[in-house]
């Protein structure tokens, strides 16, 4: 055997058996705790979910799934770290429509590329957007509501999560639909805007059902409707945005999985089944239900509903920062 053959012979075997190393380890992980990342701050109704849905990971994965709070930039600072970190599985993101589908589209240059940086492992949970006022506003509901706007709008404050968030955007939504043009006041949580919403500082708060609940539950917020298309059981008593015939009003806040890109199938197809082991639970969903989060329905949970999910979600968006006339950053 020549001295080129040999070596060629060994070179085909080291390349054999490292492409064999990626999968075994791949079908081996985790072998250490993985780190979900947050890209909000302790509290949000992100962070519940994430806290929630982290034990039964856990469980399901047999190494512990660590929650990291990792907040700023409308989530971007969070979700641009995971982007960065190795594609071995251990850097985990609980995205959600506002880091993965508003706030790149509000940007010239988005510090990543919510289609190309990352590797999709499924949706998680979903909350309606409930449009929630001060306890004393004289209105109770939609109809109601928006009369009053309509001749009171230019003295109305609402709040939100920050600019670029779902909350901005969902009002954002609310206040084109009607030709209105209330303050908007920008806060570095949801959980803040809610406050000052209890507080009487602020008229109105198109909140995610997890922010929503406790507010509208302890009668320091009052629950005027539902900005979605159907009912939600998390609110049975509300009307939606649809029955009161209010058109283009419709909003949806939706958390899912993202590793980085690279991050071998295994370690995607691992995650995504114990993800639905966890989100199958009835405890899993009580515990989220009580929180005023509802688990997604399992037709719309795999690793490809999301990946082409996004891409509507991206463009329905963009859609939406060109309609609202809010300048690109």
């Known amino acids: 055997m020549s001295k080129y053959v040999h070596t060629l012979l060994g070179a085909l075997v080291t390349a054999a058996a490292l492409a064999a190393a990626v999968p075994a380890s791949a079908q081996s992980w985790p072998t250490r705790p993985v780190t979900m990342v947050v890209p909000f701050a302790a509290g949000s109704s992100s962070d519940t979910a994430a806290r929630i849905i982290a034990v039964g990971l856990s469980e399901a994965l047999g ?7 990792v907040g700023g930039a409308a989530g971007m600072t969070g979700t641009q770290r995971v982007a960065r970190a190795p594609a071995d599985g251990y850097q985990l993101l609980f995205a959600t429509v506002d880091t993965m589908a508003i706030a790149p589209v509000m940007q ?9 940086d990352f590797v999709a492992a499924g949706l998680a949970v979903e909350q309606p957007v ?3 006022a001060r306890k004393d506003l004289p209105v109770a509901t939609l109809p109601e509501f928006v009369a009053y706007a309509k001749a009171n709008h230019k003295k109305m404050q609402f709040g ?3 600019v670029g968030s779902g ?3 969902s009002c954002a939504k609310l206040n084109i639909a009607l030709k209105i043009d209330p303050i908007h006041v920008p806060y570095r949580s949801s959980g803040l805007a809610a406050q000052d919403l209890m507080g009487g500082r602020l008229d109105f708060l198109c909140a995610l ?7 509208v539950e302890s009668g320091q917020a009052k629950a005027i409707g539902l900005l979605t298309a159907e009912r939600s059981p998390l609110f049975p008593g509300l009307r939606t ?8 009003v419709d909003s949806y806040f939706w958390s899912g999985f993202f590793f980085p890109k690279g991050t071998p199938d295994a370690v995607v197809e691992r995650l995504h089944a114990a993800a639905e082991k966890t989100l199958a639970a009835p405890i899993t969903a009580e515990r989220l239900r009580k929180t005023g989060i509802e688990p997604i329905p399992a037709a719309r949970r795999s690793p490809a509903y999301l990946r082409d999910f996004m891409k509507s979600e991206m463009q329905s968006w963009a859609a939406m920062v060109k309609a609202s006339g809010i300048p690109l950053e």
Request: no cysteine.
């Open 209 to 215: 059902g997890g922010t929503a609940m406790g507010p």
């Open 130 to 132: 409930v449009l929630i």
């Open 63 to 69: 190494q512990q799934v660590i929650v990291e709070n």
């Open 108 to 116: 010239k240059k988005p510090p990543y590329d919510s289609l190309n």
């Open 241 to 248: 945005s649809k029955e009161e015939g209010l058109v283009g």
């Open 160 to 162: 939100s999560a920050g």
């Open 167 to 169: 909350s901005h955007f």
